[in-house]
Every structure is written in structure tokens, then in C-alpha cells.
């Protein structure tokens, strides 16, 4: 395949440890452990999507194949190496877990371990989304993993790490491997913008670094994507960028936050209305209305760089300046409708009016909770709506004297009905008892 038509996910994919980004500690103890020759049986990669676990297996098993990598002096020159990057190495092997779960496939699998490498050092197999194998698969897996012959060698990757019996795991020298962090990815993906030629806007491309949540590919992915879109001449901005990727301005949602506040019912339905017509989902429109929620709690103990490319200058100022004027239980309270609102959504028939309710919910929510109790004058009770003076020292006493005296009366009463009744229980203590009690009362 020519390498201009390949998506950029691929084009662009690293072909050693020196090209990874965000991973530079799990290369450094790969690397580390090879000049060692201290080489485990089985690696174990786990993360999220898109952040190079398979890219790393592969580069894993030109270095163990292929010295020259480890020194930079191997750029897929070497047949060892091509062969590797192209998935056509007769002694390193990749296997879907997700389309052989079974014990079968992992029995053939132990049976071809038995013959050893044909060309290379290393037999290695690849097993990726190892989480889908079946119990049985795994347990077959476990002698094998244990005490693998000299030349064999398994690399696992997962984005399920749960899943996997941690009886495998022990046989297995883990790996974590992290989420980019928004910086290196923007800078990442602004290089490749300028290799293919494209005219993006920074906050475009933070867009795009926000929507792929750390994930390398995803932004790739949606970097190929803008590039598509665009003509020769012309520069993708946010705005169109947002179209593209039916996203919305914060700008709009911090309003919306201002009318709530407010008690503006008709700019609250309105401004929503025009988000809705954007063509952005009732579900994703709450769950942005909950990041901004968290941004307005926690703003104080937030930076710019720390949300993640969320809100630029002015949105992240408007905010700080905001919330001073909000009291945080509201928001609290806010938060809890918001989550309750969003497991309605899957119950209603229209999302749409469900939303706009919501959102007069909120409004009145806001404006009862900041709703000032009337004084009330020292000289003045209030007793059933109706104001009543306060009585003098002497009235007081003698009312409470009286009260006293009422309750002291009821509580003897009471007493003395308590002891009839006992004094009455105590008589009927046999047959006997029973039928002279009985005699009194006829006569």
C-alpha cells in the first residue's frame, strides 16, 4: 500500500521506542531489561484505547530479534524488522484473543511453541485483547507461561486488565501504560497538521485533543478527519471544527448558567433551543452541563492547562468570576438533578422537552434556594400567620406556672389509673379469684 493513501493512525505509527510518546518510562525499563539480558517470559501492556500497546508488542519484538534496534541503527532496513511492522514474521506470531476465545485455539498455539524459531532468536506470539479468552483458555495458558522453553516469548495487551485471572498476571511482567497527557498530544498532532500541509487553528486542534481524551489514535483519527473537510485555502477554525465533530461553544453553556441564575425562563429556553438546533444530543448536552458544573465547583483549585483544553482564557475567567456569586450547595444540588435527569433520558419518548424541563427545574431550584426569610420584628411571634405581641415577664410566669400545674395534674391521673388497673390485675390471681369478682359485679 502506497503510504500517502494509509490513514495517519497507521502512517504516522512509531517503529521504535524512540518515536512513543508519553511512554518513555515503560520503554526505558524495557530497554533496560534487555541490555540486561534479564528477559521475562511474558510482557502484560494494559491501558486505554489508542495509546500504543500493540505498537509497543511490536516494537518489543523487533528489539528482542533484532539488536540493531536497541543501538538506532535498524529503521525496518532489516527483512527481521519489515516483516515485523508488516505482520508477515514466520516466528512472531499475532493472535485476536476477541476472535479465538477458545481452549482449541490455545492448545494449537502451545503446539506450534514446541518448534523453535526458524530464523530469529525468539519465537514470540502477540495475543492482544487477551481479556476475551475463556477461563479454560487461560488455564491452559498457565504451565506454558510458567516454563516456556529458552526461545519463546509471549506479549499480552489489554484495555481489560480485570478480566485476566491473576494467576496469569503473576506469570507476566505488567505494564501500565498511561493516557497522553494534552500537552505532548497537541504538539504531537500540530507536527503532523504541518507534515501533511494543513491549515488548522490551535483551538481547533485543542478540540480535537479534548475529544480523543488522551488517546493517540482517536486523535489521529480525527485529525485525518478535519484534514478531509478542509479546502486548499482555507483554515479550519473552532467553530467549524465543532460542526465537524458536533460539538458546541462553552461560551453558549455559560450563559445558559447565567440565565439560570437569573430566573430569565424565556433566554433559558431559548439559548438552549439554539444548542439543540446545532444538531448536539440531549445526552451529550448533560454531560457537558456536568463538566461545567464540576468547573464551577472546583474552579479555585483549577488551572487552565489542568481542564484538560475544556475552556479557553476568557470562559475560564467568566467561570472564576461566576462562582463567586454561587453558593455551593445549589450546585451540589444541580449536580444531582443533572444525573437523574440523564438516567430519564433513556425512559423518555422525547429527549428534547425533557431537557427544557430540566432546565426550568433548575431555574426555579435556584431562585427558592436564594430566596431571603423574611424579619421578623423581636417585639412580634409568629403564630399561624397571625403576629402576636410578646407577653411581659410576670404574664410569662404565670403562664408557665399553669402549664405546669395541668401537666402535673394529668401525669397523677394517669398514675392513679395505672395503679386501679394494676390493683385490678392482682385480684384475679385463680379460678376463685375469677368467680368472686364475678359475684361483686352482679351485686
Known amino acids: 500500500m502506497n503510504n500517502n493513501s494509509k490513514v495517519l493512525a497507521l502512517k504516522y505509527r512509531p517503529q521504535k521506542f524512540d518515536n512513543l510518546i508519553g511512554q518513555e518510562v515503560v520503554a526505558e525499563t524495557i530497554i533496560n531489561s534487555i541490555k540486561a539480558k534479564k528477559v521475562p517470559n511474558a510482557y ?72 523453535g524459531p526458524t530464523s530469529s532468536k525468539y519465537k514470540i506470539f502477540i495475543i492482544d485483547e487477551v481479556h476475551m479468552l475463556s477461563k479454560q483458555a487461560f488455564n491452559a495458558l498457565l504451565k506454558t507461561l510458567e516454563e516456556p522453553p529458552e526461545y519463546l516469548k509471549f506479549i499480552f495487551a489489554t484495555t481489560e486488565i480485570k478480566k485476566i485471572p491473576i494467576t496469569v498476571i503473576s506469570r507476566c511482567q505488567r505494564f501500565d501504560l498511561t493516557r497522553i497527557k494534552s500537552s505532548e498530544l497537541f504538539e504531537y498532532i500540530k507536527k503532523i497538521q504541518i507534515k501533511e500541509g494543513g ?29 478531509l473537510t478542509l479546502d486548499s485555502n482555507e483554515e ?71 481542564t484538560n483544553f475544556s475552556l479557553n482564557d476568557d470562559e475560564f475567567k467568566k467561570i472564576q468570576h461566576l462562582s463567586d456569586q454561587i453558593d455551593s450547595n445549589i450546585l451540589i ?9 440523564l438516567n430519564e433520558l433513556s425512559i423518555v419518548s422525547n429527549q428534547h422537552l ?51 400545674n395541668i401537666v402535673q395534674e394529668e401525669k397523677i391521673s394517669q398514675e392513679v389509673q395505672t395503679d386501679i388497673k394494676s390493683e385490678e390485675k392482682l385480684l384475679i390471681k385463680s379460678f376463685n379469684d375469677l368467680i368472686g369478682v364475678c359475684q361483686k359485679k352482679k351485686s
Open 354 to 404: 425533557s431537557v427544557e424541563m430540566f432546565l426550568i427545574r433548575l431555574m426555579y431550584l435556584s431562585s427558592k434556594k436564594f430566596k431571603k426569610k423574611p424579619e421578623i420584628d423581636d417585639n412580634f411571634v409568629s403564630s399561624k400567620g397571625n403576629p402576636i405581641k410578646k407577653l411581659d415577664n410576670e404574664d410569662q410566669s404565670k403562664t408557665i406556672n399553669q402549664i405546669k
Open 199 to 227: 491549515k488548522i487553528s490551535d483551538d481547533a486542534l485543542k478540540l480535537i485533543v479534548k475529544i480523543s481524551e488522551g488517546s493517540v489514535r482517536d486523535a489521529l483519527s480525527l485529525l485525518d478527519r478535519a484534514l
Open 44 to 115: 502484560l501492556f494494559t491501558g486505554i484505547r489508542g495509546i500504543g500497546k500493540t505498537t509497543i508488542a511490536r516494537i518489543l519484538a523487533k528489539t528482542l530479534n533484532c539488536p540493531n534496534v536497541i543501538e538506532n541503527k535498524c529503521n525496518d532496513i532489516c527483512s527481521t524488522c519489515n516483516s515485523i511492522s508488516n505482520s508477515s514474521h514466520i516466528d512472531v506470531l499475532e493472535m485476536d484473543a476477541a476472535s479465538k476465545t477458545g481452549v482449541d485455539d490455545v492448545r494449537e498455539l502451545i503446539e506450534f511453541s514446541r518448534y
Open 236 to 306: 479550519l477554525d473552532l467553530k467549524s471544527a465543532q460542526n465537524i465533530f458536533g460539538f458546541f461553544d462553552k461560551t453558549q453553556l455559560i450563559e445558559l448558567f447565567e440565565h439560570i441564575f437569573k430566573g430569565d425562563e424565556n433566554k433559558v429556553v431559548e439559548t438552549y433551543r439554539k444548542i439543540y438546533d446545532q444538531g448536539v444530543e440531549p445526552k451529550v448536552f448533560i454531560n457537558d452541563f456536568l463538566e461545567l458544573l464540576y468547573y464551577f465547583k472546583n474552579i479555585k483549585f483549577l488551572t487552565l492547562e489542568s
Open 333 to 341: 444540588l444541580f449536580w444531582q438533578f443533572s444525573i437523574s435527569t
